[in-house]
């Protein structure tokens, strides 16, 4: 500790603080345009100057650290003088246009004029005038306003870890550009608006639609990912008018992906359905709650008088929130039926007995930044988990090794050490090749058959460097993705990586899907486990539900037709159940197809709920906004349909009563991953020649990104529709770039035009899933497909 | 005693009778001072706050850029704005509507305004028929701008060397 003096007062700091920090803790605002504490310093804005005693000069604030004994003067006449010197430098060129400016009434700049300015300029030429860069569809230029404080670059450069914009010209040309000549390409390019301290980067979506003094300022978690980052829903009248970040040094800090930020937008698309409809003799009529809720109430007993009560099932998206997982598989339960499921994206449940309580990180979101080695297994963890990834990446410029298995050599925003590219029939030897090489380093004892699987094994030098790294690591972990969840041998694939951690002595940790994830599974979402882990009558995953099990189906909140990990599969099955109802807040033509019933319920922003995150940290949010139309929220919904069908305890008044409830049901658990590692009986053996690989694109994961209409407008957003196969797989088939294809996976086909990507995994075509066009495929990762022009 | 001799005697003169016609018979003779409105109009001050306009500019152009300060500065709260980016890149509103039931005509919009877009009248003579008229929208007020322009610029003019 350090003792200072500021503006006359006493104060102990820590060694090391900058002065504009320093003043800070006793609660002195220094203006700053440059300085931000999650950027490097560079103090090149010089608004921070401030009188330090026996130096001859004002010293920038966020540039000088204290010493013993120090006397600084924020306020005196010297430095007051500086500042406002300084502010006039940087109005010379600033155009004024605070009345069309999207950042007016929010801005550092306005505010730093009115509380440090002169009044007055004595520049009176011509200002500099600049072209605007585009920025793509979420930023907004114009570099008019920009006064060269170089946030933005160093945003891009030390936390995007991408080099997109830096200056350009010099003297009085400088500017900002974009380096490229492309759009931005970072899934948190969204943070540069908040960044930016004046209007020359703002928010394209929420472009001249409002004034930051018109809207109220209310919080929620971001929907999409399970980082359960906290966002601010800026909010006027009736409508989410834009979302920014809200700090949490823990969680985001902050930070947000591009998704959380931009995807409110989807809220008020087109689509949204905002009255109950219901379908008689294949004609669908709006009609009021009471009307819907009785039919479906009726239709749901008629499948459980004819068929019995276990033909009844519910899937859940897992956007769902903890309320609503509790309530569904209450509802299911309590109704008589164990078939419930929300792993839609997941395939193999062979293995489910061994699931841990609920699948988590493995360790708090802050212990990311001090491993020292990762292996992401099957994730393209920089856009499915865009903020984990931020937190890794740290791990990684202190030293960590990254490394990868997957079926596409992906461009990450660090150096990765190693990256295993295979397509997913090999992923299996690829772990087991990673366990042998461990043995052979460490010797640890070889879990029970595992010696046996890997006779044959060749382990190779990515292998061994693997190996290498994870055992000589003071602090490693395996993370399990979201294609690898989809992949069609997980249990296998979840007990190698197991197998790994124990050989190397690494954790295994899960990248869980969703913001509801993991209150699905806490709340007993699924079949094989109640509330809290409980042991219960196991009913049917998803896939054996939808493909005959099940007579009356309730969907919440997913479009099967994209939402699942067998699109084909699914969609036949639903034509052939008897009565299938969607709660769901959009109406899609698939869903109108296949549905009986659509109720319309409040997507977040319009409800109150608790998402667990995917370190299992418990965390509610109010609804903001009324709900839109006819709309009401999903936790109504399924009681008031519990009574309807006179199922005894669902008279709740509110979400909290909910959870209060779901919290009392699930009781104390302890999440532990490190399950027995079961080795499989054998691995695959399966090798086809050509092999479907199709993740989810980057913002079509769940209903309300697909609809967020500047999101679909970037480069992630507009994932061609195509085969991409490497150059050699291509030349195998006799095939050339940008030919139309008939591809072929089980019975269906789809055309598609070809595109060469030399990242693909030989041996794979990658065909995006998560869309309509390529539903009719078979399952999305892994499966033999054939490739035939036409 | 001597009071009530003088207020007999006033009383017997009908005094004060003739007093008061003295009066209306000076009156009858005067310069007369009555406006035949609506025929004739008294002179209005050119800081008179009357009915609601949106200006252009001499090109055709609507003047307001929907910076909503107008809409921020409002005490009675009765200036409603929702804006977006134009086709052509510029902010522009989408909806701009007075509500001159709730407005109290203290000009703080007109003050407020950057680009001297909305602007209050000296035209005081409107009627509503039906509820709903008192509600200007945007194109109302377009035309109000565009019928009274002279009258506002005469307006502004005379009162430019008071500001
Ligand atoms: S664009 Fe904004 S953040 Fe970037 S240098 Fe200019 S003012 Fe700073
Ligand atoms: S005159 Fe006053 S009350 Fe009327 S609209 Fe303007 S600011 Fe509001
Ligand atoms: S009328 Fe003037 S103050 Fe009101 S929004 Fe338009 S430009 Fe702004
Ligand atoms: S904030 Fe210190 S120089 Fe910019």
């Known amino acids: ?790 | 005693m001597f009071d009530t001799i003088a207020r007999y005697l006033k009383s017997l003169f009908l005094l004060e009778l003739l007093g008061g016609l003295a009066v209306t018979g000076r009156y009858l003779f005067r310069h007369k001072l009555t406006i035949q409105y609506p025929e004739a109009h008294t002179p209005l001050s050119p800081r008179f706050r009357g009915l609601h306009a949106l200006r252009r500019y001499p090109n055709g152009e609507e003047r307001c850029i929907a910076c909503k300060l107008c809409e921020a500065v409002c005490p009675a709260l009765a200036i409603t704005i929702e804006s977006d980016q134009r086709e052509d890149g510029t902010r522009r509103t989408t909806r701009y509507e007075i509500d001159l039931f709730k407005c109290i005509y203290c000009g703080a919009c007109e003050e407020s305004c950057p680009v001297d877009s909305i602007v209050e009248t000296s035209a005081f003579e409107y009627t509503f028929e039906r509820f709903g008229e008192h509600i200007m929208t945007k194109s109302d007020l377009l035309k109000h701008g565009d019928q009274y322009e002279q009258r506002i610029r005469a307006d502004r003019a005379a009162d430019a060397r008071y500001r």
């Not at chain 1, 309320?323 to 792993?343: C, F, M, N, V, W």
């Not at chain 1, 193999?348 to 491993?371: C, M, N, R, Y």
């Not at chain 1, 990450?412 to 990673?434: I, K």
């Not at chain 1, 139309?629 to 399924?638: D, H």
Request: hydrophobic content about 40%.
């Open chain 1, 1 to 790: 500790m350090l003792n200072i003096q500021i503006n006359g007062v006493d104060v102990q700091v820590k060694h090391g603080t900058a002065i504009i920090d320093a003043a800070a803790e006793s609660g002195i605002v220094i203006p700053r345009f440059c300085y931000h504490k999650k950027l490097s310093t560079v103090a090149s804005c010089r608004m921070c100057l401030v009188e330090v005693e026996k130096m001859p000069k004002a010293m920038p604030a966020c540039a000088t650290p204290v010493a013993e004994g120090m006397k600084i003067h924020t306020k005196s006449p010297k430095a007051l003088n500086a500042q406002r010197g300084v502010l006039e430098f940087l109005l010379i060129n600033h155009p004024l246009d605070c009345p069309v400016c999207d950042q007016g009434g929010d801005c550092p700049l306005q505010e730093a004029s009115l509380g440090f300015g002169g009044g007055v300029s004595h520049y009176d030429f011509d200002k500099r005038v600049l072209h605007n860069p585009d920025f793509g569809p979420l930023v907004a230029t114009d570099m008019m306003r920009c006064i060269l404080c170089t946030r933005c670059i160093r945003f891009s450069r030390e936390i995007a870890g991408v080099d997109d914009i830096s200056t350009a010209g010099r003297g009085e040309n400088i500017r900002i550009a974009s380096q490229t000549g492309h759009p931005l390409t970072s899934e948190l390019s969204g943070n540069l608006i908040d960044l930016c301290p004046v209007g020359a980067l703002t928010s394209k979506p929420a472009r001249f639609t409002g004034r930051p003094w018109e809207y109220q300022h209310r919080s929620a978690l971001g929907p999409h990912d399970s980082f359960g980052s906290h966002l601010q829903l800026d909010v006027r009248g009736t409508k989410v008018m834009r979302v920014v970040a809200r700090e949490c040094e823990e969680i985001n800090e902050t930070w947000l992906s591009d998704r959380d930020r931009f995807s409110y937008q989807g809220l008020y698309s087109a689509d949204r359905l905002t009255t109950p409809r219901i379908r008689e003799k294949g004609i669908w009529r709006e009609v009021d709650w009471s009307t819907a809720l009785e039919f479906v109430a009726n239709g749901l007993q008629q499948v459980r008088k004819t068929h019995g009560a276990p033909a009844l099932g519910a899937l859940v998206a897992p956007t769902a929130t903890l309320e609503e997982s509790y309530l569904i598989q209450k509802l299911i339960r309590t109704a008589g039926s164990p078939h419930i499921d929300h792993r839609l994206r997941q395939r193999d449940f062979s293995d489910q007995a061994h699931d841990p309580v609920f699948p988590w990180l493995g360790g708090a979101i802050t212990a990311l930044e001090q491993k020292t080695a990762f292996l992401v297994v099957g994730s393209y963890l920089r856009k499915e988990h865009p903020l984990v990834n931020h937190r890794l990446r740290k791990a990684v410029l202190r030293g960590a090794h990254a490394m990868f298995l997957d079926a596409v050599d992906r461009a990450y925003n660090y150096p990765t050490s190693v990256s295993m590219v295979v397509p997913p029939s090999a992923w299996e030897r690829s772990l087991l090749a990673v366990a042998k090489a461990a043995h052979a380093i460490t010797g640890r004892a070889i879990p029970t058959g595992l010696d046996a699987l890997w006779e044959s094994i060749e382990c190779e030098a990515i292998h061994r460097t693997t190996a290498e790294h994870l055992v000589n690591a003071a602090s490693a972990v395996l993370l399990l993705g979201n294609v690898a969840h989809a992949h069609p041998r997980f249990g296998a694939l979840r007990n190698l990586a197991n197998a790994v951690a124990e050989l190397t002595g690494a954790s295994v940790g899960y990248l869980p899907e969703g913001a509801g994830t993991v209150g699905a599974w806490l709340t007993g979402c699924v079949p094989h486990r109640g509330p809290g882990g409980k042991t219960v009558t196991v009913g049917q995953d998803w896939h054996t539900m939808v493909t005959g099990g099940v007579k009356g189906l309730l969907i919440l909140g997913a479009e099967l037709e994209r939402d699942c990990a067998d699109p084909s599969a699914a969609l036949k099955g639903l034509h052939q159940a008897a009565f299938v109802v969607s709660l769901s807040p959009w109406v899609s033509p698939a869903q109108e197809a296949y549905a009986h019933a659509l109720l319309p319920i409040a997507p977040y922003a319009e409800t109150s709920g608790t998402y667990l995150n995917l370190e299992g940290r418990w965390q509610s949010f109010q609804g903001v906004v009324a709900p839109l139309g006819e709309t009401r929220p999903a936790w109504k919904v399924l009681r008031v349909l519990g009574n309807l069908m006179d199922l005894s305890g669902f008279d709740y008044f509110s979400s909290d009563q909910v959870l209060a409830e779901a919290r009392e049901a699930i009781g104390e658990v302890t999440p532990n991953n490190a399950m027995p590692c079961v080795v499989p009986a054998a691995i695959s053996s399966e090798t086809p020649a050509l092999e479907r690989f199709g993740e989810v694109p980057p913002y079509a994961q769940d209903a309300l990104v697909r609809r967020a209409s500047a999101l679909q407008a970037t480069p992630d957003g507009r994932v061609p529709i195509a085969a991409r196969m490497h150059s050699a797989t291509l030349a195998g088939c006799g095939l050339i770039e940008g030919a139309q294809v008939s591809v072929r996976q089980g019975e269906g086909v789809v055309r598609l035009p070809i595109i060469v990507d030399d990242r693909v995994a030989k041996g794979c075509v990658f065909v995006p899933s998560a869309s309509v066009e390529t539903a009719a495929l078979g399952p999305v990762v892994g499966g033999a497909v054939t490739v035939v022009a036409v």
